[in-house]
């Protein structure tokens, strides 16, 4: 607790950075270019992250992000145990629309599915009864703003 992200990543000897994934599957990711901050509370308030679980997932240059989340999104899927609608039915339609976009089988276009991913997730934090349901978005939303990692798919 304490030092930045970038002394971690030395501590840890870390040599190749393209995304971390902050607080492991129910936590965000953050881009290699945020590597300064601090690890505190406060600060990853501030930098719109947490620290969560403790977990700091680096993926190296070249790793195959978009299979990561679609791995995240399956996670939710499977470990929903089904009691409340919103994360129920939200996660399985999380995971149906992001693999549409990586096939590129998208209904509308890109943005489209983008669009009904955000509607599903802010449904699924805003009315899932806990923790599972509320946070099943945080990583697949940070890959999409934060990474921008569906943006080029048509
Ligand atoms: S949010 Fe929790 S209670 Fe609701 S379906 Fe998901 S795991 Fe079950």
Do not use: W
Not at 66 to 95: K, M, Y
Not at 114 to 133: H, K, N, P, T, Y
Request: include cysteine; charge should be negative; charged fraction near 25%.
């Amino acid at each position: 607790m304490g030092t930045n992200l970038r002394d971690l990543l030395a501590m840890a000897g870390t040599e190749s950075v393209s995304a971390i994934l902050m607080g492991g599957a129910a936590g965000t990711f953050l881009r290699a270019d945020e590597l300064d901050m601090q690890l505190t509370l406060e600060a990853s308030r501030a930098a719109d992250t947490t620290l969560g679980s403790g977990v700091v997932m680096v993926f190296a240059e070249g790793a195959d992000l978009r299979d990561v989340v679609l791995r995240i999104a399956g996670f939710f899927r499977d470990e929903s145990c089904g009691q409340c609608v919103p994360c129920r039915v939200g996660t399985v339609r999380q995971e149906e629309a992001l693999h549409r976009i990586v096939k590129g089988a998208t209904i509308g276009g890109t943005s489209r599915e983008l669009a009904l991913l955000d509607e599903v997730g802010v449904a699924m934090r805003d009315a899932s009864i806990c923790g599972l349901g509320q946070t099943a978005y945080a990583a697949v939303e940070s890959a999409i703003k934060r990474l921008r990692l569906f943006e080029v798919v048509a």
